[in-house]
């Protein structure tokens, strides 16, 4: 699938991306508790927000600055690399995941990345069905990677699509 596919004029519904600052430090914070079942501590997100190599990008709710959507996108020399993707629970199923993917698949492309890269927990069924409707193939695994609730290591699947 092209890139071009994901033009946002093509799927908006209103709500178009805006880049977070550290300002909505606070707001960040409180989504993350309620949509990341592997919510970002304080300092990651406050890092994150404060280093140039770093994108934050929100979908906001119109009526309030309640945040619906959040992706966390790290540049690197040659690619870029989506760090974090995560959507309200009440929010979710309405596209809104699908949108902020094509929107940083475009902004990676525009800051000269020739890849997108990410990884995933394996039984993330619902991340990995979005990134192959995306276009992201398998790259490889690595074993053991995140910690489950009962102790155990899950597998990290990692995940590529080019944007050239
Ligand atoms: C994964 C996540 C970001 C998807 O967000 P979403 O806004 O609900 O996804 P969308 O509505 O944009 O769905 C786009 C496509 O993704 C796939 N998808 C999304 N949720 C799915 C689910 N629960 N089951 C199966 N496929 C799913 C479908 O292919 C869907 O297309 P379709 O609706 O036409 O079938 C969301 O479930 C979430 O925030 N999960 C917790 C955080 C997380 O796991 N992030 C990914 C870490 S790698």
Redesign the pocket.
């Known amino acids: 699938m092209s890139i071009d596919a994901f033009h946002p004029e093509a799927f908006t519904g209103g709500a178009i991306p805006v880049r977070l600052d550290a300002d909505d430090l606070p707001v960040l914070m409180a989504f993350e508790r309620r ?4 919510a970002w501590s304080e300092a990651l997100l406050e890092a994150a927000l404060r280093d140039d190599g770093y994108a934050v990008w929100g979908i906001r709710s119109a009526e309030d600055s309640t945040l619906w ?1 959040v992706a966390i996108l790290a540049y690197l020399p040659f690619d870029a690399e ?1 760090q ?6 009440d ?11 094509g929107w940083v698949m475009r902004c990676a492309r525009a800051q000269g990345a020739e890849r997108l890269l ?4 394996e039984s ?11 276009g992201f193939r398998i790259d490889g695994q690595r074993r053991g990677y995140y910690r489950r609730d009962d102790g155990r290591g899950e597998d990290a699947l990692l995940m590529s699509r080019d944007l050239v």
């Open positions: 949509a990341n079942d592997d959507a989506l974090s993707i995560c959507v309200l629970p929010a979710r199923r309405q596209g809104l995941a699908w949108k902020m993917l990410l990884e995933l927990r993330n069924l619902a991340a990995r069905r979005l990134y192959e409707r995306a």
